[in-house]
Structures are given as structure tokens and as C-alpha cells.
């Protein structure tokens, strides 16, 4: 494993939300799974899923923020 995406309490501390993190890795996991192609050089996405995605986020190929919310009064 790579050291940019081995450890993702480094990841989580780029961000203000470690959960936001998890579920955007999450989501993209299922996305290519689902056939979505990788937007990083690796030998077989559809096997190793977690890793791409990580590899994806690290890179900053995949961006992710928290939803503005429009309803608040």
C-alpha cells in the first residue's frame, strides 16, 4: 500500500470531518463497483475498491463537501 492513502487518520485530519470522509470513500466505493471508471493508474479497480478510492481522495480526484442547508430559519 502507498504511503499517501496507508493511513486515514492523515486523511482525516485534512478534513473537518472524518465522517464526511468515510461516507464520500464509502459512496465512491459503491460507484465503482458499480462499473464507474478509476480516475487514478491501478491495475484492476473493481478488486481492490477501498484502495482506489483512497487513492482517489488522496489525490484530490474526489472532491466532497457538506450540503449547504437553504431550510434553516
Not at 44 to 67: D, H, V
Amino acid at each position: 500500500m502507498s504511503d499517501e492513502y496507508k493511513d486515514i487518520d492523515i486523511m482525516g485530519e485534512q478534513t473537518d470531518n472524518q465522517y464526511l470522509l468515510a461516507l464520500a470513500i464509502a459512496k465512491r466505493v459503491r460507484k465503482i463497483r458499480s462499473g464507474a471508471p478509476a480516475l487514478v493508474d491501478v491495475d484492476n479497480p473493481k478488486r481492490k475498491p477501498f484502495q482506489t478510492a483512497m487513492k482517489e481522495i488522496a489525490r484530490k480526484k474526489i472532491l466532497f463537501s457538506m450540503a449547504e442547508d437553504n431550510n434553516s430559519t
